[in-house]
């Protein structure tokens, strides 16, 4: 069983869960907020980005009839 710190913050074993696809997401989010003049935390939009990438993944697959590669998969 795996317990969630008070707050809704990821454990920081969390990032060895993301795959290409989602550091890239959070990387661009970083980016954005850099530009935008926002400080932005992907730990606390991780349910948020995962949302994402999954339909992402989805569209991917629907639309070309292959699974994702492991790697941008997780």
Do not use: C, W
């Amino acid at each position: 069983m795996s317990a969630q710190p008070q707050g809704g913050a990821a454990p920081a074993g969390n990032a060895q869960n993301e795959d290409y696809l989602d550091k890239g997401l959070d990387k661009a989010e970083q980016m954005f907020g850099k530009k935008s003049g926002h400080n932005v935390d992907s730990n606390k939009m991780r349910d948020t980005n995962e949302k994402i990438t999954d339909k992402a993944r989805g569209v991917f697959e629907k639309m070309t009839g292959k699974h994702v590669p492991e790697k941008f998969s997780n």
